[in-house]
């Protein structure tokens, strides 16, 4: 699938909570990024653009992740895409759009 680029400067971002993104469930596996072996966290947002605010997770590689920054945060985005995904798991057809980041970082106050 294609990724898409997406556009944040008309949007602002609250970092929420932040977690390791599990490869496997069973075994606990902590995903890592193919390319550097960086282990991947998954970071909650609240994101608003044009009055409306949704909840969107972005997965970021843990050392994309500014140090220090905290849940409340506002944060801005390096390299920020969007993939749309589709699978079936158990004969229902499932979709939708997985967001990645290269960066997330604490905007100035």
Excluded: Y
């Excluded at 932040?18 to 193919?34: L, S, Y």
């Amino acid at each position: 699938m294609r990724n898409i680029p997406v556009d944040t400067s008309a949007a602002t971002s609250m970092l929420g909570v932040v977690r390791d993104k599990v490869k496997d469930f069973q075994t606990g596996e902590i995903a890592v990024d193919k390319e550097t072996g960086a282990k991947l966290l998954v970071a909650d947002v609240m994101f608003v653009l044009d009055g409306r605010a949704e909840m969107i997770s972005v997965t970021v590689p843990e050392t994309g992740l500014a140090k220090g920054t905290k849940p409340g945060a506002l944060v801005a985005f390096t390299g920020l895409v969007a993939t749309p995904w589709e699978n079936n798991f158990n004969g229902q057809a499932r979709h939708g759009i997985a967001f990645r980041a290269a960066a997330i970082t604490a905007k100035a106050a």
